[in-house]
């Protein structure tokens, strides 16, 4: 498992790296930004890096440092690749800053100074923004304390399979949520999956029936009338998902075992 880990200007991604490292065993890559230090797991290029972990995907690493969409699309679409955005308030970003400055006997930066530094970088050709769009994982870092932070950490399960490769209830309810977004019911979106032995049957979404105009261009009254929750449902038009997809699949395909996975 390879965890890349991106934010804003003092986000936490070194103390979630660390906690990773610490306390789940997980070792620490990086890139080099200019001449190659003599350390070890330190890379020219981050291509060398992706080979380095390709031949040794079952071992756990973390590159803490990934700050631009090229290394982001380099990795993206490897299945032993996650990508966690770090975020925290501008304010708790500010006060870990000054304190970063005192340790390096720098001057304190004034938090106009501040924002427009995190601005450049955020909204900059680096894109920040992007990089967190990305991400699979979002961890909101607003805790002072690094105890409090791992603690939090270990309650996410950061290294769960399931991260890389949703489990087989995880993947239907998706294709039912996908299905979801084809529904035209002014009311609500839902969407279903029929599942038999691991292999989808049919799927279906609510909305008015086939060969009807549809809900969302005044299809069913009863819907397009804005009436409250439960009136008047028996002049309601609509069918609901699971309908649409017991239709679509017919008796002869729905067997002893079959799933039916819904998003209501």
Excluded at 69 to 78: A, P, Q, R, W
Aim: charged share 25%; proline share 4%.
């Amino acid at each position: 498992m390879l965890i890349g880990i991106c934010g804003g200007i003092c986000s936490g991604k070194k103390a979630v790296a660390s906690y990773l490292i610490e306390h789940q065993g997980f070792t620490n890559l990086t890139v080099t930004r200019g001449p190659l230090p003599p350390l070890e797991n330190c890379f020219k290029t981050l291509a060398e890096l992706l080979a380095f972990v390709m031949t040794r995907w079952r071992s756990n690493f973390v590159i803490w440092d990934i700050d631009n969409m090229t290394e982001v699309n380099m990795l993206i679409d490897h299945p032993f690749f996650l990508l966690v955005g770090v975020e925290a308030p501008v304010s708790e970003r500010f006060k870990r800053y000054n304190f970063r400055q005192k340790q390096y006997r720098k001057e304190p930066a004034s938090l106009e100074a501040f924002v427009e530094l995190d601005e450049s970088m955020f909204y900059g050709p680096s894109g920040t923004v992007n990089l967190i769009e990305r991400a699979a994982l979002r961890v909101m870092n607003s805790i002072d304390s690094l105890e409090a932070l791992r603690i939090a950490l270990s309650g996410i399960k950061l290294m769960s399979e399931s991260r890389l490769r949703p489990d087989w209830d995880q993947y239907f309810m998706q294709l039912a949520s996908l299905a979801a977004k084809r529904s035209n019911c002014m009311k609500r979106r839902v969407g279903c999956v029929l599942v038999r032995e691991h292999r989808v049957i049919s799927t279906g979404y609510n909305g008015t029936p086939r060969g009807f105009t549809n809900c969302n261009e005044g299809g069913c009254p009863r819907c397009n009338a804005g009436l409250e929750s439960g009136a008047d449902l028996a002049t309601c038009l609509c069918i609901h998902a699971e309908e649409n997809a017991l239709l679509e699949a017919g008796r002869e395909r729905i067997g002893e075992g079959t799933v039916l996975y819904c998003d209501t």
